[in-house]
């Protein structure tokens, strides 16, 4: 359409490197207004503070190089952070994609109550994260209901937040119960779109149920798998309402996370710019870890068309 | 995929299996209904028997020992305005980028997508102390900002992905009916794409009225606490009765509850769906 036509002489480079097409360049500037202003300018000031040993309130600002990262490397709590962010980060993709998995496939058979099914364990996603940790901070509570199950069946209770690795355990179950219902809808709408032709091409080829859920319907859910990954991922990296409601960090440190950590260093101790050095780094962390897994899996995409 | 296999003993099987499992899924929500409706005295003795004689009381005071109603209000100033304005510059924006040439488009594609890619958590803090400069802390405008800054790039991938796939001839004829832009968006496009719109506000809408984080920074403490911030606060201090506590949480659900029950089937499609941009 705006191929210049053979008599008509070609507008100057530069005009032509101006003219982004159709549209009116007002249309975009009120996104870019706003993207540039609410997220890239804080960004750009972010990391600059990171290099520096301002409070948040003081007037003078002074740069101080990489002290803030020397402290950092040195910092025991924050090792321990990352440690954690790491362990609830690859967790909860393990569970929620071999969880949505099996559920997916659970409510994409003939079963009749597959529409109830569906709406029971999907229903969670949509509710408050904070609120829904307040909630199961009863039931692991010590008089809470898991532990009155447990003396039913005449074991001893736990101490499912009291104890440094419970406390991470009930933490992921907790995030887990909430968002397995997402990874189910979303392989749910890959596994409605396999053509139904390729499974029964492979029955009567001779493969049984596993096979074919190996050889056909998996390699057919690579991009619902990617998006899965990649959400699990970065809901784990970033994770902070269920660590507040649940434990604050606690027992001790051992559920504190790089957000949780980045709060308590920022507002709570009024460290801005060493909390914005941890910001930083820990942004590096995420961009190295989700990136090339998303590159992975979609290359694998691609692999099996 | 859904298997068209008859029905045999197996999956009968199955299917109690999975009712089993669903009811267990479920269980922490029954939990939180019948708490809610019990007495101290009840609850304390008898935590998990369904509520013969439900009692309304804890309902009463949580609403107004954790000043919901203001809550309320608030989080629904903060959603609508957020949602309005959302939706109107990134369908704008959309609108631009699936029209723009193809390179153009790349380079600005990219550009909104490092927003994706890049922390948030770093901007946060400079954005707080922009807030606090300009006296915005505390006032549901902070909020306004925040979301329509961080939810947008999001949005407008899923308007420029609809968008794109519109045939152009829909506008290119406009045009030569003489209609401006901003009449062949109106009367051409913005028609066109209201199923995107649904998915956009339902999308957005939950994400915003779920948010802890940003409302605990920015409103904590003033009078337009957002309801996830005003229950949070409120149970902090109120741990030890739990039926009131409890009254509270559906309170502060019962909106996205309400929300689900009505639009279920388009709700999982639009989650399913939407997170892909």
Redesign the interface.
């Known amino acids: 359409m705006r191929d210049e036509g053979p008599g008509l002489a070609a507008p100057p480079l530069w005009r032509r490197f101006l003219d982004w097409g159709g549209v009116n360049y007002l249309f975009i500037l009120p996104a870019v207004a706003i993207y540039v202003g609410v997220i890239l300018t804080p960004i750009i000031m972010g990391t600059g503070y990171a290099f520096t040993d301002w409070d948040g309130l003081r007037q003078t600002i002074n740069y101080n190089g990489l002290s803030n990262f020397y402290r950092m490397f040195g910092d025991e709590q924050v090792r321990s952070a990352i440690g954690t962010t790491l362990i609830i980060a690859f967790s909860l993709v393990v569970v929620k994609v071999a969880f949505g998995l099996v559920l997916a496939l659970l409510v994409d058979s003939n079963l009749k109550s597959r529409n109830w099914l569906r709406l029971v364990f999907f229903m969670p996603v949509v509710l408050t994260p904070i609120i829904v940790s307040y909630l199961w901070k009863y039931i692991f509570s010590n008089n809470g209901t898991l532990n009155t199950l447990l003396k039913m069946v005449g074991l001893d209770p736990l101490r499912w937040l009291g104890d440094p690795t419970l406390a991470l355990v009930s933490v992921i179950i907790v995030t887990s119960w909430q968002s397995v219902g997402l990874s189910m809808v979303i392989f749910l709408a890959g596994l409605q779109a396999i053509p139904p032709e390729l499974d029964e091409a492979a029955t009567i080829d001779g493969a049984n149920p596993l096979q074919r859920i190996w050889h056909v319907t998996l390699p057919m859910l690579a991009p619902a798998m990617t998006i899965c990954v990649v959400i699990a991922l970065i809901q784990g990296l970033r994770f902070f309402d269920q660590i507040y409601a649940l434990t604050r960090g606690g027992p001790g440190y051992a559920t504190e996370t790089l957000s949780t950590m980045i709060y308590r260093i920022s507002f709570q101790f009024g460290e801005f710019s060493y909390g914005a050095a941890v910001a930083l780094v820990f942004s590096l962390i995420v961009a190295v870890i989700v990136l090339p897994v998303m590159q992975f899996l979609r290359s694998r995409e691609f692999a099996h068309g | 995929?859904?298997?068209?296999?008859p029905?045999r003993a197996r999956?009968f099987a199955?299917?109690i299996v999975?009712?089993v499992a669903?009811i267990v899924?479920?269980f922490?929500?029954y939990?939180?209904v019948t708490?809610s409706l019990k007495e101290r005295s009840t609850w304390s003795r008898n935590?998990?028997s369904p509520p013969l004689e439900p009692y309304w009381g804890n309902f009463q005071e949580a609403w107004k020992q954790a000043y919901l109603s203001d809550a309320l209000l608030s989080s629904i100033v903060v959603v609508t305005l957020s949602l309005i304005i959302l939706v109107?510059?990134?369908a704008?924006?959309a609108?631009?980028?699936a029209?723009?040439?193809p390179r153009?488009?790349y380079v600005?594609y990219i550009?909104?997508l490092l927003?994706m890619?890049?922390?948030?958590?770093?901007?946060?803090?400079?954005?707080?102390?922009?807030m606090r400069d300009v006296q915005l802390l505390g006032t549901p405008f902070s909020l306004v900002?925040?979301y329509?800054?961080?939810q947008?790039?999001f949005t407008?991938f899923l308007y420029t992905g609809y968008i794109r796939a519109l045939p152009?001839a829909y506008?290119?004829a406009a045009?030569i009916d003489g209609a401006t832009?901003?009449q062949t968006?109106l009367h051409v496009i913005f028609p066109m794409i209201r199923p995107v719109t649904g998915t956009v506000i339902i999308l957005n809408c939950?994400f915003i009225?779920?948010d802890?984080?940003t409302p605990?920074?920015y409103l904590q403490g003033s009078r337009w606490a957002t309801?996830?911030v005003a229950?949070?606060a409120f149970?902090d201090q109120e741990i030890t009765d739990?039926g009131i506590?409890?009254a509270a949480?559906l309170i502060?659900?019962a909106p996205?509850?309400a929300?689900?029950a009505v639009l279920?089937r388009r709700?999982?499609?639009g989650?399913?769906?939407g997170?892909?941009a």
């Open positions: 995929m859904a298997s068209t296999a029905y999956n199955l299917e999975a009712l669903a899924f479920i922490p929500i939990l939180l708490i935590p998990m109107t510059v990134g704008f924006g609108y631009f980028l029209r723009c040439r153009m488009g600005l550009f909104f927003a890619i890049l922390p948030f958590q770093l901007g946060l803090l400079p954005l707080y102390q922009l900002i925040f329509c800054g961080y947008l790039p407008i152009r506008d290119e045009k832009d901003m968006f939950v009225w779920n802890f984080m605990l920074l309801i996830p229950v949070a149970v739990w506590v409890f949480l502060g659900i996205v509850m929300l689900f279920q709700m999982m499609e989650f399913a769906g997170l892909k």
